[in-house]
């Protein structure tokens, strides 16, 4: 071998291993105890986000108390002298008296330098034991075991206060733990305001399923857990769920179920199921106190599901899709079929249905005009197929999109359609079959329903870089009404949300989710429609985490462009528009 080949081949060996040994690797992490609430600012935490910290430290905030607000600027000085040690600081307000517009309010006050969790709910409060502002709690990074609770330091009494502290309780824990040392518990009571707990006004109530638990059950989760639905296991009666009683709980504290992910103070959406965070705390409750079952029949055994149907009696027209094959395991790129709907003169579209043959297989569907036909008044940009001129977008059971009254869609003289489909694999071999049904109007509709899509297709996320911003955006032309909405990322997606940036500067948030997951998607339809005038922007507005820390990236040192297979990226706005005028 050439000497300079050698070297060569030397140097790329030393290269590999470098990275290799440079790498980030996912800390491994039980999910137990995970902890998930949002800030007062509308930002979304899950505590298992945190694990790669040394430690997550939280310090409980109430509104107008005079200890915490006295105690703010020892607060910020350990938040600045230890962030950048590996720490990660939250403040956490308990108060049931408190809201998470009041809470923003004090932060901007008094100059806030962490969020603030809200769990005005005290799910967290009952798992933790708050009982007084002030008080410091830290937290193991993956277990979330409490390492050290009690005052920042000894500066502070009621109605009473020193220069200085002579004691500096909090700063002694970090520094222990920067040290790998355990960490000395000497007890220490916390002078703060009393956090009036939910759970002593509570106390004589005992909550039983049947009164209780089975209505929250029905109205936020059978939707998917029966049978045939896109959930893995069935709320089939009272035993079944005590089975799972402990997933359940697990899954509320982390706020992964319900999959509605909008933030519920932005927006007004039809066929929300959000839980409630007083729901999810009655649940919880239930749980801790036994589960009793209560008199009377079981609600959830008294539910009828009747077959996959149409829901507005039989189409003018239905196409069975050709069957797909779906493995029992790994990613498979999207699916796409063409049909045409033999049209013999030009049809205004008043719905779709879309029923899946396999309800747990079929992730989501887009359906698009084969030829690219896209109409949109206002935008002169160069329209995009499947994002600017979609009919329809479907994600989980039985979708149906009908669009506003005296509202529809287009279609000409022998036009030809095309839909994408997405599966999931569910750990074995299945097929899908998926029917849809079109309903015509039969005379001209007042309106035509229009989409449009902002889409950022020139962005760039390097390999293992978290928190990655791009907007996207379209400037309007018309006053038009916006009636439909569906942000859409892939794996690496972290938070996303909609809004009008109105001419005069004025912005109105359309949807927000700051909890981003690719597997539950929905199209968030309007309660009321939205005005926009002409001249405002429509905004998209993404974070992207393209780390070993979130658990859906199917690998963190590729850098990651605009693509439409999930393993690439995609940062889009859907939304449908009727013209004001």
Not at 32 to 54: C, I, Q, V
Not at 463 to 483: C, E, F, L, R, S
Request: net charge neutral; aromatic share 10%.
């Amino acid at each position: 071998m050439k000497l300079s080949a050698y070297i060569l081949s030397i140097s790329l060996v030393l290269i590999l291993a470098i990275g290799c040994k440079d790498a980030p690797t996912a800390i491994p992490d039980s999910r137990k105890s995970d902890y998930a609430l949002y800030d007062a600012n509308g930002g979304f935490h899950r505590f298992s986000t945190y694990n790669n910290k040394k430690a997550i430290v939280l310090w409980v905030q109430g509104n107008g108390c005079p200890i915490v607000r006295n105690a703010l600027a020892d607060f910020n000085s350990i938040v600045e002298s230890y962030s950048e040690k590996g720490f990660q600081f939250f403040m956490i307000n308990s108060n049931m008296q408190d809201d998470r517009a009041e809470i923003a309010l004090e932060a901007k006050e008094f100059n806030f330098k962490t969020p603030v969790l809200v769990d005005n709910a005290q799910i967290v409060a009952d798992e933790l034991n708050i009982t007084s502002t002030a008080e410091a709690i830290v937290l193991h990074p993956t277990t979330r075991e409490i390492l050290f609770r009690g005052p920042i330091n000894n500066r502070l009494d009621y109605e009473a206060q020193k220069d200085f502290a002579s004691e500096t309780y909090l700063k002694n824990a970090l520094d222990a733990i920067s040290k790998g040392k355990h960490v000395a518990l000497k007890k220490e009571v916390t002078r703060g305001c009393t956090v009036t707990r939910l759970s002593t006004i509570e106390k004589n109530k005992v909550l039983n399923y049947n009164d209780h638990i089975a209505s929250i059950l029905v109205n936020n989760c059978v939707t998917c857990h029966r049978e045939e639905g896109r959930a893995p296991w069935a709320m089939e009666d009272y035993q079944t769920v005590v089975g799972w009683s402990g997933m359940i709980r697990e899954v509320l504290l982390s706020k992964r179920m319900p999959p509605w992910k909008a933030d519920p103070t932005i927006g007004n959406f039809k066929h929300d199921f959000s839980l409630a965070d007083s729901n999810a705390r009655k649940i919880i409750r239930w749980i801790d106190q036994g589960m009793r079952s209560g008199s009377g029949k079981d609600t959830l055994q008294s539910l009828i599901f009747q077959p996959a149907t149409w829901e507005r009696g039989i189409p003018d027209k239905i196409v069975v899709l050709q069957e797909e094959n779906v493995p029992a395991s790994k990613k498979i790129p999207y699916q796409y079929q063409s049909f045409s709907l033999d049209l013999t003169e030009d049809t205004w579209l008043q719905g779709v249905e879309i029923i899946p043959g396999n309800p747990k297989l079929l992730h989501h569907v887009v359906l698009i005009h084969e030829n690219g036909y896209t109409s949109s008044p206002i935008t002169d940009r160069k329209l995009r197929r499947f994002t600017d001129n979609f009919i329809a977008l479907g994600a989980g059971a039985n979708q149906s999109t009908f669009f506003p009254e005296n509202t529809g869609v287009y279609l000409k003289k022998g036009e030809k359609l095309k839909i994408q489909l997405h599966y999931t694999p569910i750990g074995k071999e299945a097929t899908d079959q998926t029917k849809i049904g079109f309903y015509y109007h039969k005379e001209k509709p007042e309106k035509w329903y229009y989409p449009l899509s902002p889409t950022n297709v020139t962005f760039t996320i390097p390999p293992h870089t978290g928190n990655v911003k791009i907007m996207a955006q379209d400037t309007i032309q018309q006053d038009i009404y916006i009636h439909s909405l569906m942000p859409h990322m892939h794996y690496r997606g972290k938070t996303i949300k909609m809004s009008v940036k109105k001419p005069d500067g004025t912005v109105i948030p359309l949807v927000s989710v700051p909890d981003f997951n690719m597997d539950w998607q929905w199209l968030y339809e309007l309660k009321a429609p939205i005005f926009a005038p002409k001249g405002s922007l429509i905004i998209v507005e993404g974070v992207f985490d393209n780390t070993v820390q979130n658990p859906f990236n199917p690998d963190a040192s590729k850098e990651i462009r605009f693509g439409i297979q999930s393993t690439d990226e995609m940062l889009t706005g859907f939304f449908n528009y009727t013209l004001a005028d």
